[in-house]
């Protein structure tokens, strides 16, 4: 009776052990992403203030001695490339650098095993 009564025991604390760090798990998966999300709008919202600051007022711009002047005034220097400074791509295969990416994160075994067991929320781009 004590035995089993025991085992009981082990086995409950067991299976509330294994739910606590699924939920943990979850939480900090959740926070992760928010993280995430947010490290990804202050980048667009920098890259979307740098765009605005580098729109010209095109009837400004009449002659190449406007263009030079506004950019001097914003402190940019163009230079002419030199030929060892152009690089030619050719076509990106995508699923390379997909799987590419998953193995430069090193996660735990069991942030991989709770990861397959949780669901992930994924994201398309609407155009």
Same mark, same amino acid.
């Given at each position: 009776m004590t035995n089993t009564k025991f085992v009981n025991t082990i086995m409950t604390i067991m299976l509330c052990a294994?739910?606590?760090?699924?939920?943990? %798990?979850?939480?900090?998966?959740i926070v992760k992403t928010?993280? =995430?999300v947010?490290? %990804?709008r202050r980048k667009v919202s920098s890259l979307l203030g740098q765009h605005r600051s580098l729109l010209y007022n095109l009837s400004r711009l009449e002659s190449p001695k406007s263009i030079e002047e506004a950019l001097?005034?914003?402190?940019?220097? =163009?230079?002419?490339?030199k030929r060892e400074n152009i690089r030619h791509m050719e076509s990106v295969n995508l699923a390379y650098s997909e799987n590419a990416?998953?193995?430069k994160?090193?996660?735990?075994?069991l942030a991989r095993l709770f990861d397959r067991f949780s669901?992930?929320?994924e994201a398309k781009v609407v155009k």
């Open positions: 294994t739910f606590a760090l699924c939920y943990v %798990h979850q939480e900090v998966s928010s993280f =995430l947010n490290k %990804h001097c005034v914003n402190e940019i220097v =163009l230079c002419m490339p990416d998953r193995l994160t090193k996660d735990s075994i669901t992930k929320a």
